[in-house]
């Protein structure tokens, strides 16, 4: 049984550019949350995604986007990217629900120069 | 803004101590999980806490949710190395806004 997977596990961009993010959740999870973690702080909330639309956001700039497919997996967009966007994203996958527990992936780690 | 505050920040002792760890906020949880991460990893799931007054073991840890569901704390008995990593509280605050703590940043040293 696949836990949450990522990809890439690790990206270099410049700022400015584009970047797209992938995820695919745990099997037999339907809804997918995106986090950020910067060095040394706990994740910070993006987004979630349920039945292919986006559910919840949390204090993001529209340049930070996202799409769920029917097959549930999920992909984060950032455009224009900034220095300040250099962080580890954090893909989580669960059960559609409240409390419902999050499985993570290992995440992708995105530098910008 | 809905905040979880996690204390202390970092925390080094000896193998073999005790410790606890606390996630606090001025609103009323919906529930709460903790979770451990590790280096190059994503976070892990170790409990979820809904009920106030609730108490939770997982082998040496034990987790307390606060009677008004505002705190929770974590403590571990005989601390081992293996027990290194980061320490982040999450909750939903009963609103589906999805919030983790600023973390603990915990080290076994042998």
């Known amino acids: 049984d696949a836990g949450v997977t990522q990809s890439p596990t690790h990206l270099i961009k410049t700022r400015g550019q584009q970047v797209t993010l992938r995820c695919s959740p745990k099997s037999g999870h339907d809804t997918v949350s995106w986090y950020q973690q910067a060095l040394g702080q706990g994740p910070q909330f993006i987004f979630q995604y349920y039945e292919e639309e986006e559910r919840q956001r949390g204090n993001f700039p529209d340049r930070f986007s996202g799409h769920q497919f029917p097959n549930y997996s999920s992909e984060l967009n950032v455009n224009a990217l900034l220095l300040g966007d250099s962080a580890l994203y954090l893909c989580?996958?669960?059960?559609?629900?409240?409390?419902?527990?999050?499985?993570f992936g290992d995440g992708t780690r995105l530098s910008i120069l | 803004t809905q905040l979880l505050e996690q204390s202390p920040q970092f925390l080094s002792i000896q193998e073999g101590e005790n410790l606890t760890v606390y996630c606090n906020s001025s609103?009323?949880?919906?529930?709460l999980q903790w979770y451990r991460q590790e280096p190059g990893e994503g976070p892990v799931l170790l409990v979820t806490v809904v009920t106030g007054g609730e108490v939770k073991k997982l082998k040496r840890l034990t987790f307390q949710f606060g009677d008004a569901r505002k705190d929770s704390s974590l403590h571990i008995t005989a601390a081992q190395p293996g027990d290194t990593g980061l320490y982040l509280c999450?909750?939903?605050?009963?609103?589906?806004?999805?919030?983790f703590g600023t973390g603990t940043r915990l080290t076994i040293i042998p």
């Open positions: 989580a996958s669960s059960l559609e629900g409240r409390n419902q527990p999050q499985h």
């Open positions: 609103s009323v949880f919906s529930s």
């Open positions: 999450r909750s939903n605050f009963g609103n589906e806004k999805l919030t």
